[in-house]
Nanobody, 123 residues
Framework: QLVESGGGSVQAGGSLKLACKAS???????????LAWFRQAPGQGREGVAA???????YYADSVQGRFTISKDEKTTTAYLEMSSLKPEDTGMYYC????????????????WGLGTQVTVSS
């Protein structure tokens, strides 16, 4: 099970830090999971934002490069997405996802998903 938290409403230029707590089967062998964050704006498809492969390689969407950082804490089985310099176009529902494929990327073909946390950025 994956549970996201940390969403909210901020003004443009602000920051938020999202968390994704894994429990149950998702927490087993957490170090072997590839983790990612996706977002979905109303009326749009799900977009890959950031991915963290098992061996440490990170992928970011061009739209968030330099502003967002993905990380994880294996002791607490929690993944994070630190977001800064937020823009109105960053608004959407943010989802975390996990995959046992160590070479995951930003394609939304993950088997495990959380229910999402809403991020709203006002201008």
């Amino acid at each position: 099970q994956l549970v996201e938290s940390g969403g909210g409403s901020v003004q443009a230029g602000g920051s938020l830090k999202l968390a994704c707590k894994a429990s149950g089967s998702s927490a087993l062998y957490y170090s072997k999971w590839c983790l990612a964050w996706f977002r979905q704006a109303p009326g749009q498809g799900r977009e890959g934002v950031a991915a963290l492969q098992v061996y440490g390689r990170k992928y970011y969407a061009d739209s968030v490069q330099g502003r967002f950082t993905i990380s994880k804490d294996e002791k607490t089985t929690t993944a994070y997405l630190e977001m800064s310099s937020l823009k109105p176009e960053d608004t959407g529902m943010y989802y975390c996802a996990a995959d046992t494929n160590p070479w995951c990327d930003l394609r939304p073909d993950f088997p495990s998903w959380g229910l999402g946390t809403q991020v709203t950025v006002s201008s």
